[in-house]
């Protein structure tokens, strides 16, 4: 090589400072290239088979985004290009093309390879030249989103007045009540945000999640006000600090702020203020044996309906990749700069990605961990919960405010699970899901909970209206919707809950019709508690549920009954089905309480007979359809009768002949049956706008008691809901391409 050149080579990061010798061993392997402006040095895709050093003159950095060519970086000389590929082994990450006369030198990678052995310092020398470069990549999609730049210089100068920031799992980006200067974009990564109800309150609620590609804390570019939530990292992220005096220089950006303030303005006043569906799951294995790579495999399967799916584990990282022991790479360490850049494209070109922790506990295990947007905890429901104490240490440690969800596996012979409890006392996820590995559909219920598109069935209480939802589970049945999710309150809880069990329409109706007949299910007492001794409804709800427990069924089910010791809404998620029911239909003054850990419960409808509201925060953002039991009008009876009003004048004036009677007054249990829900009403319109199809029935007429006509009432629902599914297609196709069972 020539001496001019030489001396021009010592100057290039990271060979400025080698000594002599190793300078010499450069000189002997580089080749020299002169570029003219406008030529390709190597296009993405290329093998990434050697070092390009740029020794004079400018090259022009580009990707290909959108199916055309967008420059992210200009390089001036003296410079390294093409570093990663080289690392990685693997094909070019982008196009890179001379725009001014260039001269090169090229070290081939074998070369390259003994001087790194040779000389330790130089990959230390390299990283810190390659990191610029690798957020730089990372950002030209965000900022082109944000601030329509896609010119080099613009990009840097935006980058000089921005600050990148990497936030671990679990740290806190702002408090609420923090000044605000600042919008935060996210490049990678997903943040919770969190508000407290009033200064000193115990808890913060969460309100809402915020994905790669969104921003954060925009609310201080509009407003100037202080933070009105804390914002913290449920897994590793990393952000772009946007000072408000640099978006103010940028009217785009100032424009895109405003539209995502008002989309999300919209989907809290919906009910669906929560962000983003999850799309990166860490699969762990909470003891050893537990079946994670079956799981993986069945979960994979049932994913492709909705998107293209990676699953990553060890093996397939160095099946991609030449870098040594690249999934144990540490932070700070020039490989982790590599896998974090390798994962942010994965994350854009595909919709879901599946990272498979180790069996024990490794450096990849705990990187799977913090990268995740869930924890998907899987277990063999045969084993104990003993076995998983050291690795829930483990991960309460590395991700403490990461969503979890529990998938118990049992054997495919089985058809009930049985022993949840045990897992969940141990565990406390914030969801579990039963899976027999050979079993489809469990499998693409488990794939549409973990994905928010599971399909929820919310159905109201209403006496002996609400048999009309046994016609709606037989229309959806046969309009192909297998339902994921219920949720209900009363007669809403009784129905859901045996279909839930069973899975079945047709079992739902045979055990609800047990519930139809009055004289069985009041049996009259002494009232001084209730009118009935509540004998007859416990044994009809033990015979229609047998010994079956919440956490048990397959299906995801809760019920809503009415703390009247606390004065709010109980929602029942575990413990056996038949007295969460009992609770849940328990109507003060007919039916007596039910005592549970020293409160009082009755009827759910006292406090919130459609538990619209409740099932969207419980199951998330996928289809929710809601059966409301209720006519469209409250009909008036012409009743007839004075203030004072006695028992005995009453009896006597019934013994009458009809047309001579003086009096028309609602009995008792009327009375009390009609004024347990008579405050929800006022609500039920206004929950049901929650829903995405909202289902009523022409029960105008049809009274709480009337308990005789059930074929007319399951005939009206499957009638009536079979009309509005066919009204509704386009969400019921919807619905059905959620639901795929294969």
Same mark, same amino acid.
């Given at each position: 090589m020539?001496? =001019?050149?030489?001396?021009? *080579?010592?100057?290039?990061? $990271?060979?400025?400072?080698?000594?002599?010798?190793?300078?010499?061993?450069? =000189?002997?392997?580089?080749r020299i290239e002169?570029?003219?402006? &406008?030529?390709?040095?190597?296009?993405?895709?290329?093998?990434?088979?050697?070092?390009?050093? *740029?020794?004079?003159?400018?090259?022009e950095v580009r990707v290909t985004r959108d199916g055309g060519e967008v420059p992210i970086d200009t390089v001036a000389a003296p410079a390294p290009v093409g570093e990663i590929a080289l690392l990685t082994g693997r094909p070019r990450s982008a196009t890179v093309v001379a725009t001014r006369d260039a001269t090169v030198g090229v070290l081939p990678a074998a070369a390259f390879a003994e001087?790194?052995?040779?000389?330790d310092a130089l990959l230390a020398r390299l990283e810190e030249a390659v990191r610029p470069r690798v957020r730089r990549t990372r950002l030209v999609g965000l900022l082109r989103d944000w601030f329509d730049v896609q010119d080099p210089e613009e990009v840097r100068r935006i980058e000089e007045h921005a600050r990148w920031v990497d936030l671990p799992s679990g740290a806190v980006l702002f408090e609420q009540d923090a000044p605000s200067d600042a919008t935060w974009l996210v490049v990678s990564g997903r943040l919770r945000v969190e508000r407290r109800a009033g200064r000193n309150a115990a808890e913060a609620e969460v309100v809402g999640t915020v994905g790669a590609g969104e921003c954060v804390g925009e609310a201080a570019l509009?407003?100037?006000?202080?933070?009105?939530?804390?914002?913290?990292?449920?897994?590793d992220a990393s952000l772009l600090r946007v000072p408000n005096e640099l978006a103010r220089r940028h009217p785009t950006f100032a424009l895109e702020v405003a539209r995502v303030v008002d989309h999300r303005a919209r989907r809290q006043r919906e009910g669906r203020g929560h962000g983003r569906p999850p799309r990166t799951f860490a699969l762990v294995g909470l003891h050893p044996g537990a079946p994670v790579q079956a799981v993986a495999e069945r979960l994979r399967t049932a994913l492709e309906p909705f998107?293209?799916?990676?699953?990553?584990?060890?093996?397939?990282?160095?099946?991609?990749?030449?870098?040594? =022991?690249?999934?144990?790479?540490?932070? &700070?360490?020039?490989?982790?700069?590599?896998?974090?850049?390798?994962?942010d494209r994965?994350?854009?070109?595909?919709?879901?990605?599946?990272?498979?922790?180790?069996?024990?506990?490794? $450096?990849?295990?705990?990187?799977? *961990?913090?990268?995740?947007?869930?924890?998907?905890?899987i277990v063999d429901a045969d084993s104990g919960p003993e076995e998983a104490a050291p690795r829930l240490e483990r991960i309460r440690a590395l991700a403490p405010h990461a969503r979890t969800s529990l998938v118990l596996a049992r054997p495919d012979d089985r058809d009930r699970p049985r022993g949840t409890a045990v897992w969940l006392d141990r565990i406390a996820p914030d969801g579990h899901h039963h899976l027999r590995l050979g079993d489809a559909k469990e499998a693409g219920r488990l794939a549409r909970h973990l994905t928010e598109r599971a399909v929820t069935v919310v159905l109201s209480g209403g006496g002996a209206r609400g048999y009309v939802h046994i016609g709606l589970l037989a229309a959806l049945e046969e309009a192909g919707v297998a339902v994921d999710a219920l949720a209900g309150t009363s007669m809403g809880a009784l129905v859901g809950g045996a279909y839930a069990l069973d899975r079945s329409a047709a079992v739902a109706e045979a055990s609800a019709r047990a519930f139809g007949d009055p004289k069985r299910i009041v049996d009259r007492t002494l009232p001084l508690v209730a009118i009935a001794r509540s004998r007859g409804v416990t044994e009809i709800l033990r015979s229609m549920y047998g010994d079956a427990r919440i956490e048990d069924l397959v299906t995801p089910y809760f019920c809503v009954s009415s703390n009247l010791s606390r004065a709010r809404p109980q929602l029942h998620r575990r413990g056996p089905l038949w007295r969460a029911v009992r609770a849940s239909s328990a109507i003060p003054g007919v039916f007596t309480p039910v005592l549970e850990g020293g409160d009082v419960l009755v009827d759910g409808g006292a406090m919130n007979n459609f538990p619209v509201d409740?099932?969207?925060?419980?199951?998330?953002? &996928? $289809?929710?359809?809601?059966?409301?039991?209720?006519?469209?009008e409250r009909p008036q009876v012409a009743y007839a009768f004075p203030d004072e009003l006695s028992g005995w004048a009453l009896l006597r004036d019934r013994l009458r002949p009809k047309r001579r009677r003086r009096y028309v007054a609602p009995s008792i249990v009327t009375t009390l049956t009609q004024s347990t829900s008579l405050g929800a009403h006022f609500l039920m319109d206004r929950l049901g706008d929650g829903a995405d199809l909202l289902v009523r029935y022409p029960t105008d007429g049809i009274g709480t008691l009337d308990f005789d006509r059930v074929e007319e009432l399951i005939t009206m629902g499957r009638e009536h809901a079979a009309r509005t599914l066919r009204e509704h297609g386009s969400l019921v196709s919807g619905a059905r391409n959620a639901a795929p069972d294969r």
């Open positions: 020539a001496g =001019d050149d030489t001396g021009s *080579l010592r100057k290039v990061p $990271p060979f400025d400072g080698l000594p002599h010798e190793a300078v010499a061993a450069l =000189d002997a392997a580089v002169r570029h003219r402006a &406008g030529t390709v040095l190597f296009r993405q895709g290329d093998p990434g088979d050697a070092l390009h050093l *740029l020794l004079s003159g400018e090259l001087l790194v052995r040779e000389h509009l407003t100037g006000d202080a933070r009105s939530a804390t914002v913290r990292a449920v897994r998107g293209s799916v990676l699953r990553i584990d060890r093996a397939e990282l160095e099946r991609r990749f030449d870098l040594t =022991d690249l999934a144990d790479a540490r932070p &700070g360490e020039l490989a982790e700069s590599i896998l974090l850049d390798w994962s994965q994350e854009r070109r595909h919709d879901h990605l599946l990272y498979l922790a180790d069996e024990g506990d490794t $450096p990849w295990s705990d990187r799977c *961990l913090r990268q995740a947007d869930q924890l998907v905890l409740l099932a969207r925060a419980r199951f998330g953002e &996928g $289809p929710l359809i809601a059966s409301n039991a209720y006519g469209e």
